[in-house]
């Protein structure tokens, strides 16, 4: 068929599935199906209905793809590599946000069990006795239901003396992450879940080394002993560990700098290395 004829249905959700096959099956619409799976977890029987309808799946990691009893094929997202990027000097990057300008570790992203960021202030509670000249960033929301989690997080830093040193920061728009970014000489990724986590890609983007867990697909992207290390979600020892070995190797975490940011280039991780996939991938659905 001319790919005038039909047109691409990309769905994430069971309901733009199901939307995808009324059109094309009750009202004739010509349409190629595709649908994109970022869940690490079986699918019900009412979902795999619905895949076994399509003309083809994505899978946005190959832990996602896994799941899938069918073929698919995996497109990872990517990022804007032009707005994140490396900074010049981290010291005048830390002074236009109002950082102090020391060592600075961060941890960005919802605030709540899920995310792990008690795991991140745990570990950094038994880091920051050892150094003098570090700083902790926990920056993000924290919704209604999580506020007290955020409020034990707060009284616990509170108690140990170090309010100073372990910063808790409201969200900041979109557009202002990368400036936060390439203040931190080290990104900390402690998820015990996640779906997809375009994080660590972000920090990696611009130059900073990260410590992740195996949630989502941080293992899949965060290269050991190259862009920064893998522990196993919600170790608080092996989380604090791995910071302890970064802060004490300068010339590590510099070596791991510069190679975090190519890795994201040259491993297509880049916003335009997703949408070339997917491009690709609608066309042979339209030529065929």
């Known amino acids: 068929m001319s790919r005038r004829k039909h047109r691409v249905w990309h769905a994430r959700r069971n309901t733009e599935m199901l939307l995808g096959v009324v059109l094309r099956h009750v009202l004739r619409k010509r349409l190629k199906l595709v649908f ?38 995996v497109i990872m997202h990517g ?94 728009s979109v557009e202002d992450m990368p400036n936060w970014y390439r203040a931190l000489d080290l990104f900390v990724a402690p998820q015990r879940w996640e779906g997809f986590g375009l994080t660590p890609l972000e920090a990696m983007a611009c130059g900073v080394p990260v410590i992740a867990t195996t949630a989502g697909v941080f293992d899949e992207i965060v290269l050991e002993g190259r862009t920064g290390c893998i522990v196993p979600p919600g170790n608080v020892d092996e989380m604090t560990t791995e910071i302890n070995k970064a802060l004490d190797s300068p010339e590590l ?19 335009e290395d997703e949408a070339a996939a997917l491009n690709k991938l609608y066309r042979e659905l339209l030529d065929d």
């Open 253 to 271: 975490l510099k070596r791991q700098s510069k190679e975090a940011r190519r890795h994201v280039v040259m491993s297509r991780f880049r916003i």
């Open 79 to 172: 990022i804007d590599t032009g707005s994140f990027h490396p900074p010049t000097d981290r010291a005048v990057s830390r002074q236009l946000i109002n950082l102090p300008d020391c060592i600075t570790v961060g941890c960005f992203g919802r605030i709540r069990h899920q995310k792990g960021t008690d795991v991140f202030v745990d570990a950094m509670l038994n880091v920051l006795p050892l150094y003098r000249d570090v700083t902790a960033v926990v920056m993000g929301r924290a919704t209604k239901k999580h506020q007290r989690f955020l409020e034990q997080l707060r009284a616990k830093v509170s108690k140990a003396g170090l309010q100073a040193r372990i910063l808790f920061l409201p969200e900041v």
């Open 36 to 73: 994109t799976s970022a869940s690490q977890r079986h699918h019900t029987r009412y979902t795999r209905w619905l895949i076994a309808r399509m003309d083809a799946v994505v899978a946005t990691s190959g832990k996602s793809a896994s799941y899938l009893r069918r073929p698919s094929r």
